[in-house]
């Protein structure tokens, strides 16, 4: 199992979302959590390597966990995804580290996106947060 913390950042019903280098698909920004980190200090951390802006650890509340397959591993590997949202942050959302795209996506984007991701998306399009 794979263990993973995601923000949720939505704007005009639009998901934030990124693309590392040499990758095909679209991921949620976030990542793996560190030894004994909490999934606070695992997403505080990533999206400030990823995305260069700092979250307000305040306005974190947890979204939902969602499980699929991992995008790229053997059958038989899944991911589990703990989506936070986050309504503050500081500074100016940005690629950085292995991150070369920063995307705003909508429902249609859905088949460019990782399994688990998918999930997300349907997730937040029923509760009517993603546009079509």
Known sequence: ????????????????????????????PGGKREHGETDAQTLLREIQ???TVRLDPTSLTHAGTFEAPAHGHPA????RMSCYWAQRYLGTIQPAAEIEE?????????????AVDQLIFDW????????E
């Open 49 to 51: 390597e990823e995305l």
């Open 76 to 79: 038989g590997v899944l991911v």
């Open 102 to 114: 920063v995307v705003w996506l909508t429902y249609r984007h859905r088949p460019q996106v990782s």
């Open 124 to 131: 937040l399009h029923q509760q009517h947060l993603l546009a």
């Open 1 to 28: 199992m794979i263990d993973k913390i995601a923000w949720l950042h939505l704007h005009a019903g639009q998901l934030l979302s990124t693309r590392s280098r040499g990758k095909d698909r679209y991921y949620l």
